[in-house]
């Protein structure tokens, strides 16, 4: 039972990680110059539905990846 638990502490750290280094970026994405973000710059808003819509399908992807369901 205890390596069940380990492997688990240790995907949960993993994915931790990543969700940290993905907000990292966003959160910089949205503060770079307007110049270097190409639409933006044009004056178009940002979809956070379209944004939080594509984490999920990568989410879901990353669980069937790992086999989470079966």
């Known amino acids: 039972m205890e390596p069940d638990k380990k492997i688990a502490a240790a995907i949960s750290a993993v ?3 990543i969700k940290t ?3 990292i970026i966003y959160q910089q994405s949205m503060t770079a110059p307007a110049a270097s973000q190409g639409a933006a710059a ?3 808003p ?3 539905w379209a944004l939080s819509g594509r984490q999920a399908i990568m989410q879901m992807r990353t669980l069937m990846q790992m086999k989470t369901f079966r």
């Open 46 to 48: 940002t979809k956070m």
């Open 21 to 23: 280094e993905e907000e």
């Open 15 to 17: 994915m931790s990680y």
């Open 42 to 44: 044009a004056g178009v």
